[in-house]
């Protein structure tokens, strides 16, 4: 299994780097492995084949070959495994006093409160829209809570406009997201016309 960084990383580590957080830039890092550790070892568990883990601002992707044929519950855990990876740590410095431990608490909350929202690619959005999915009817039910996510995310970014320039890194946060489900969005019919193909040569 390789694990690779997003690009998107080096400007959000290099803001934080200018004003003074390196020791931020390490404990995020550090949590953001962590939390996807959880997911890994989830998939794993579901005796699925990780092929990369591409570490993103709130948590990362893993890619899994011919995920969609696994069953929902196999989905739906890899899908927590990073937050419950994350809780775990959150209780952990809750109860042990370590250096740093106020700022690692603060990111492990954050971390699990933006993870956990209903909107793809998010694992809230994975869980929420696994659980919710008719195999008759998967491209319509992924389409919708595509839309729905594009929705909430624009939402958002206006809320946190408000509060501009504190609230900037969830601003990049946010349009990251948005940006994400607009491409899942447009190339949906492709990626499913994919699946069925290969659930086509496994039943012949």
Known sequence: MRIKLHPILLPF????ALTGGISL?????LSLLVHEAGHVLAAKWA?????????LPYGGELSIPKRSLYSKKARIG??????IATALLLIIVSFNTVPGSAELKRIQLAILLINLLPILPLDGGQALSTLLERKEKRQQ??????MGSILL???GLLVLLNGFPD???YMCLAAFLLFQN?????????EYAYERLIEKQLTQ
């Open 182 to 190: 607009i491409s899942s969005y447009r190339y949906r019919k492709y």
């Open 153 to 155: 995310l624009a939402a």
């Open 78 to 83: 890899v899908a927590l495994g990073g937050p």
């Open 25 to 29: 830039y390490a404990l995020i890092f």
């Open 47 to 55: 005796g699925m084949r990780v092929r990369s883990c591409t570490i």
């Open 141 to 146: 039910s992924k389409s919708l809570f595509l």
């Open 13 to 16: 580590f290099a803001f934080l």
């Open 167 to 169: 609230t900037l890194l």
